[in-house]
């Protein structure tokens, strides 16, 4: 009996001790600043004809001078799982959630498909997300390539 308590309270310690961690990774992404609810789609066949709700990751992504750097939400990496440099991001297109994206993607988000280093992927963030990403993209310094559609 007593073995199973210490067993029990050892499981609900690892667990709260893992949610402690999660939540402070988060803070220690947004403390910084810059940071808005970003889900990917990377590599996204440029043949697919009608989108789907497979394959959308949900994650927090940061302004970091000429770079968006992507975290996983539900990860404990410190770094981030992809960097995207504001020269080689090529707005393609701009569109709502279709289908099972609905369900897959946060209730307010616009898609935006985008092209990185010949990689197509696809962006869904909230409209004020949005303008401030296109913003951010605009900024770019004299002389930078920039395609927003």
């Given amino acids: 009996m ?10 609900i310690v690892v667990v709260l ?3 402690f961690v999660f939540g402070l990774r988060r803070r220690l992404i947004q403390r910084s600043g810059g940071t808005f609810d970003c889900s990917l789609r990377w590599n996204v066949p440029a043949e697919e004809a009608e989108p789907g709700g497979k394959g ?13 750097e992507w975290f996983r939400v539900f990860s404990y990496a ?4 992809r960097t995207l440099e504001r020269s080689a991001i090529e707005v393609l297109d701009r569109r ?20 990185h280093r010949d ?3 696809e ?8 303008t401030g990403f296109l913003a951010w993209l605009e900024a ?8 927003v559609a």
Avoid at 2 to 10: M, N
Avoid at 56 to 68: F, T
């Fill in 2 to 11: 007593v073995l199973a308590l210490v067993v029990t309270g050892a499981v």
């Fill in 17 to 19: 001790l893992g949610l």
């Fill in 56 to 68: 959308w990751v949900y994650g927090v992504a940061r302004y970091s001078g000429d770079r968006i």
């Fill in 78 to 81: 410190p770094r981030p799982r």
């Fill in 96 to 115: 709502t959630p279709q289908g099972e994206e609905e369900l897959a993607l946060l209730s307010d988000s616009v898609v935006l498909a985008c092209s």
């Fill in 119 to 121: 990689v197509r992927l």
């Fill in 123 to 130: 962006l869904a963030m909230s409209e004020d997300a949005l």
């Fill in 140 to 147: 770019a310094p004299p002389g930078q390539r920039v395609n």
